[in-house]
T-cell receptor, first 110, second 108 residues
Framework: DGGITQSPKYLFRKEGQNVTLSCEQN?????MYWYRQDPGQGLRLIYY???????QKGDIAEGYSVSREKKESFPLTVTSAQKNPTAFYLC?????????FGPGTRLTVL | GIQVEQSPPDLILQEGANSTLRCNFS?????LQWFHQNPWGQLINLFY???GTKQNGRLSATTVATERYSLLYISSSQTTDSGVYFC??????????FGKGTRLSVIA
């Protein structure tokens, strides 16, 4: 079954803890993206990667880190430096220009 | 960078009604996509439409690239059409820029 998977669907963490969100795709897409969505808002770009072992900051990269060691995987770490980490996180991948999204992870920091 | 403006921000329709959603871009784009975000948060691809007109069932979209806007038409709306509709565009190899969305509520 081809697609983009994100895990877990819901995640709860205590303030001050780092947490890593998983994003995997088996579509053989070169580019992958992480977005953040706050309630009632649009999508804001955190990081993106157009090729393995390379990634660029998006508009709101502070407090986040990523790695791209494999084409299929683009994990996002939300660090304790992120001031307001509670949000809905969406991962996407693209082949050429058309982008497709995973189901998202809802992160709640208590 | 490119700015994307969507209108209207909110829309309430009676089931069976038609609607038009608009997306304006501040600069030229060579990639334009429409998405529907369902109540569970999943973004579903509706159209990849950098120019021209496409139709898929009750939905159709038209992009006039020279005038930097795109329209999404929903005909005979159903309650399952409810959610948020986003347009997004980019030029070259830059990441997609999203509008703030149109929140559609279809009531029975």
């Amino acid at each position: 079954d081809g697609g983009i998977t994100q895990s877990p669907k819901y995640l709860f963490r205590k303030e001050g803890q780092n947490v890593t969100l998983s994003c995997e795709q088996n579509l053989n897409h070169d580019a992958m993206y992480w977005y953040r969505q706050d309630p009632g808002q649009g999508l804001r770009l955190i990081y993106y990667s157009q090729i393995v072992n390379d990634f660029q900051k998006g508009d709101i990269a502070e407090g986040y880190s990523v790695s791209r060691e494999k084409k299929e995987s683009f994990p996002l770490t939300v660090t304790s430096a992120q001031k307001n980490p509670t949000a809905f996180y969406l991962c996407a991948s693209a082949w050429g220009v058309e982008q497709f999204f995973g189901p998202g992870t809802r992160l709640t920091v208590l | 960078g490119i700015q994307v403006e969507q209108s209207p921000p909110d829309l309430i329709l009676q089931e069976g009604a038609n609607s038009t959603l608009r997306c304006n871009f501040s600069d030229s784009v060579n990639n334009l996509q429409w998405f529907h975000q369902n109540p569970w948060g999943q973004l579903i691809n509706l159209f990849y439409i950098p120019s021209g007109t496409k139709q898929n069932g009750r939905l159709s979209a038209t992009t006039v690239a020279t005038e930097r806007y795109s329209l999404l038409y929903i005909s005979s709306s159903q309650t399952t059409d409810s959610g948020v509709y986003f347009c997004a565009g980019n030029s070259g190899n830059t990441p997609l820029v999203f509008g703030k969305g149109t929140r559609l509520s279809v009531i029975a």
